[in-house]
């Protein structure tokens, strides 16, 4: 909850107030000066046929009343602050999605390979999204543009499936090329645009890049999809040899969590881990849709939360059903 959005939708009822305020003080002030009981009742029969007679105690049933009427009133008048987009305008947000395409992409530790589940993972996103514009990179050891933003999914699947990291001009993972060309994309929807990473991992190194990134006031917001095990696979080349790393020995594809865990906390860069199923997919619709600025929504409309202040009246009423507490005008 944002403070500083926070407002009446129906101000007009808090006119309502001082009425409420007016009668809980007229009834407490009959209710302090009771009905004298004749002196010919016996004070053993009158204590008995008195309800109430217990007026000194700091709590009465017309206290309880004032504080729901309260927050009836409260609920009536629409406090908000916070709005809710239009359908269309959430299905629509623009993304772009750079899948990395290094030998790391390569492991096996997913079936068939990191890569190949990337591409599965990236088609379900798309259809899940029809008619949003969605844009396209590959990176490497450099970035470029595979699709422009296009709402046609069917141009992205033929590029998406001759994404290999032999194609690539230079080797390793540097995400830092990746960032000026998805904001470019984006043009003026970059603040209520997404960038979504798909790839197996970030270095520490990245974790700078992200936070200075992420300060940027026309930065877009970003989500990864990490693919693969913590402990990672073997590196296939096409021809079944392992893939080597630059001291020769095989390439190490482990995901380092602490990383992971880093790039959240402080590039607020969620993460979400690739699984089986489609929760994935469905976490990162989700993830998508709230990133949209919805200020920059003329169609949104605020959401009302008075019925919140619904709960503690009626929790309130109910202690009308206590013997002696029904409230009585």
Same mark, same amino acid.
């Given at each position: ?10 101000? @007009? ?29 016996? &004070? ?20 309880? $009343?004032?504080?729901? *009427? ?23 947000? &623009? ?7 290094? #030998? ?17 993972? =990236? ?22 543009? =595979?699709? &422009? ?20 001009? @230079? ?28 790839? #197996?991992?970030? /270095?520490?190194? #990245? ?29 296939? $080349?096409?021809?079944?040899?392992? =893939? *080597?790393? +630059?001291?020769? +020995? ?16 402080? @590039? ?9 199923? #489609? ?19 003329? /169609?949104?409309?605020?959401? /009302? ?18 013997? +002696? ?5």
């Amino acid at each position: 909850m944002e403070l500083e959005l926070l407002h009446l939708l129906r101000p @007009a009822w808090l006119a309502a107030l001082p009425v409420v305020g007016l009668t809980w003080w007229l009834v407490r002030q009959i209710g302090s000066n009771p009905v004298q009981v004749s002196s010919l009742l016996a &004070p053993h029969l009158r204590d008995a046929l008195t309800v109430n007679r217990n007026t000194t105690k700091a709590y009465r049933p017309v206290d309880g $009343m004032a504080v729901a *009427l309260t927050a009836l009133v409260m609920a009536a008048a629409g406090p908000s602050w916070n709005k809710q987009p239009s359908p269309w305008f959430a299905e629509t947000a &623009p993304l772009v999605i750079a899948v990395e395409v290094s #030998d790391s992409m390569r492991s096996n530790d997913v079936q068939p390979t990191r890569l190949d589940r990337a591409r599965f993972k =990236v088609l379900d996103l798309i259809a899940a999204r029809t008619g949003s514009r969605t844009a396209l990179l590959a990176y490497a050891g450099t970035a470029h543009v =595979v699709v &422009p933003p296009s709402r046609d999914i069917g141009v992205l699947k033929p590029f998406l499936e001759s994404l290999d990291p032999g194609i690539m001009p @230079a080797p390793g993972a540097d995400l830092s090329t990746v960032l000026p060309l998805a904001q470019h994309l984006l043009g003026e929807q970059s603040t209520t645009g997404t960038l979504l990473f798909v790839n #197996d991992g970030f /270095d520490a190194s #990245d974790i700078a890049t992200l936070v200075g990134f992420a300060s940027q006031p026309d930065a877009p917001s970003m989500v990864a999809l990490v693919i693969g095990t913590n402990e990672g696979g073997v590196a296939l $080349m096409p021809d079944g040899a392992p =893939v *080597l790393a +630059g001291s020769g +020995g095989r390439l190490d594809t482990a995901i380092d969590t602490s990383v992971l865990r880093r790039i959240s906390s402080e @590039a607020n860069v969620p993460v979400v881990r690739a699984s089986a199923g #489609d929760g994935d997919i469905r976490q990162l619709l989700r993830l998508i849709e709230s990133n949209l600025r919805q200020a920059d929504d003329p /169609d949104a409309r605020w959401r /009302d939360q008075g019925w919140w202040l619904l709960w503690p009246a009626a929790l309130l009423v109910l202690l009308w059903f206590r013997r +002696g507490w029904t409230m009585r005008w």
